[in-house]
């Protein structure tokens, strides 16, 4: 698999169980992509305030809780829930071809910023 127009892929979509999240390391970028109802989202991997890997938190809609201290993002803003948490993670362009799913890291973007053309 290559990168396409920015794109890299990065796992099957079949690999991803629904409403699971999975990490993936994409240079030496860490990535969790999660799987829900068809849609894939990809959001930085670490949690901002304890460093907890994101991929392994509990999935509830949209939302995904941190494994060391529950607190809960967004997966498609990366902002925290509750307003009064500082800190949000870094959410990517997804796509899925053929199968495949892709993102785009150049596309990073924050919470309150706009995606990279």
Known sequence: MNAV???TPIT???????????AVLV???E???FHLEGRYLTIENKCPHKGGPLCDGIVSGTKVVCPLHGQRFDLETG?????????CVAI??????????????????K??????A
Do not use: H
């Open 79 to 87: 902002m925290p829930v509750l307003a009064s948490q500082p800190g």
């Open 111 to 116: 919470a309150g910023e706009e995606a990279a």
């Open 27 to 29: 240079g030496d970028a």
């Open 92 to 109: 990517f362009p997804t796509r899925v071809d053929d199968g495949v799913v892709f993102v785009d890291l150049g596309g990073a973007c």
């Open 5 to 7: 127009r920015g794109w």
């Open 12 to 22: 099957k979509a079949d690999n991803i169980p629904l409403r699971e999240g999975r």
């Open 31 to 33: 990535i969790a992509i």
